[in-house]
Nanobody, 118 residues
Framework: QVQLVESGGGLVQAGGSLRLSCAAS????????MGWFRQAPGKQRELVAT???????VYADSVKGRFTIARDNAKNTVYLQMNSLKPEDTAVYYC????????????WGQGTQVTVSS
C-alpha cells in the first residue's frame, strides 16, 4: 500500500514562491510515476505536473516556466517548486502515485492548501 503525505502549503503574496513536498511510502518508489494535481473551489481537479521514473516531466500550460517538479528517490520524496505565484494558483494541491507505470494515479494524498493573495 502506498501512502502519501503533502506539506509546504500556506499563504503567499502574488509573485512569491512556495515549495511543496510529498513523502511517499513504498519499497519501489523509484519506479513510480508521480504527479501533482490541484483543485480550486467549484472546479474539477486538474493536472499540474508529472514526473516518471526516467525523470521525464510534463507540465500544464498554465504553470509551464513557473513551476518545477523533481524527485529524490533516496528520500522517497517528490517536490513542486512554485515560483511567480498568481492568485489563480490558489487551490488544494494533491500528490499522486502511479506504482504500475501505466499512467493511472491510484494513490492520493489528502492535499495541502495553497493560497495566493493579490
Amino acid at each position: 500500500q502506498v501512502q502519501l503525505v503533502e506539506s509546504g502549503g500556506g499563504l503567499v503574496q502574488a509573485g512569491g514562491s512556495l515549495r511543496l513536498s510529498c513523502a511517499a511510502s513504498g519499497r519501489t518508489f523509484s519506479s513510480y510515476g508521480m504527479g501533482w494535481f490541484r483543485q480550486a473551489p467549484g472546479k474539477q481537479r486538474e493536472l499540474v505536473a508529472t514526473i516518471n521514473s526516467a525523470e521525464t516531466t510534463v507540465y500544464a500550460d498554465s504553470v509551464k516556466g513557473r513551476f518545477t517538479i523533481a524527485r529524490d528517490n533516496a528520500k522517497n520524496t517528490v517536490y513542486l517548486q512554485m515560483n511567480s505565484l498568481k492568485p489563480e494558483d490558489t487551490a488544494v494541491y494533491y500528490c499522486a502515485a502511479d506504482p504500475t507505470a501505466r499512467n493511472i494515479y491510484s494513490y492520493w494524498g489528502q492535499g495541502t492548501q495553497v493560497t495566493v493573495s493579490s
